[in-house]
């Protein structure tokens, strides 16, 4: 995969609080750790509904990753792709990949929903009481699987081994979550900034936000 023609797709903007958590991060931060060169094709709002892009990705999102050619979705799929052709993201021992695959699976299954049902809650749902009536109750499941994560993460600084893929998803996942929930779980919060220090954490956000600012006044000027 080094030497792969590697290609993410990744928006050219998209509005304030969704700045830094489009999902090609997690594709370019895996790619970054891996040291694997991509290019990154910018797509302008709205293109991700038409037919070119559906033939690749059926529900009109991003990311995608094209490896030679062949287009992948589904940004937990595209990080597993990424993880088998790199030392750097995944254990040589057999049980230890085999517990990064629970993990990642883990965080887009167990952890995400929830996670996703509060940010729908809080930024998409129009009739702001009901969002309010129902925040508690989302909060309380949020809050039900990360004390669960504090069990298991206990005080490794990875949650499998060494750094791996799995911490990739965790992470970015975490990041979802409104502070007010991470307050009371210093060792996720502590968990979250030791992996977003991460260079190559650093160098994929700073290549999503790089686009944002470039485009803005044109979706500015839009209104
Ligand atoms: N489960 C998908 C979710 C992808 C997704 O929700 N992508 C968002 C951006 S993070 C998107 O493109 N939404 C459609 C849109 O903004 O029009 C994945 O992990 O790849």
Redesign the pocket.
């Known amino acids: 995969m080094k030497d792969s023609q590697l290609t993410v797709t990744a928006?050219d903007w998209?509005p304030g609080f969704?700045q830094g958590?489009?999902?090609d991060l997690r594709v370019r931060w895996a790619l970054e750790e891996a040291g694997f060169p991509y290019d990154v094709e910018v797509m302008a709002q709205g293109t991700?509904?038409k037919p070119a892009h559906l033939k690749r990705q059926p529900?009109?999102?991003?990311?995608t990753l094209e490896i030679d050619g062949q287009t992948m979705?589904?940004?937990?799929a595209i990080l597993w792709r990424i993880a088998e052709a790199s030392a750097a993201l995944l254990p040589d021992d057999a049980a230890a990949r085999d517990r990064v695959l629970s993990w990642v699976f883990c965080a887009?299954n167990t952890l995400e929903p929830p996670v996703g049902m509060l940010a729908t809650l809080e930024l998409f749902v129009s009739d702001k009481d009901a969002a309010a009536r129902l925040r508690p109750e989302i909060a309380a499941a949020v809050t039900g699987v990360l004390e669960r994560l504090v069990v298991a993460l206990g005080d490794k600084p990875h949650i499998v081994g060494h750094f791996t893929v799995a911490d990739i998803v965790l992470t970015t996942v975490l990041r979802d979550v409104p502070d007010d929930l991470l307050a009371d779980l210093p060792s996720l919060r502590a968990y979250v900034d030791r992996h977003t220090a991460r260079p190559a954490f650093q160098t994929a956000l700073a290549g999503q936000m790089t686009l944002f600012a470039e485009n803005a006044a044109k979706y500015e000027r839009a209104g």
């Open positions: 928006y998209v969704a958590h489009v999902r991700q509904k529900f009109g999102q991003i990311p979705f589904e940004s937990g887009l």
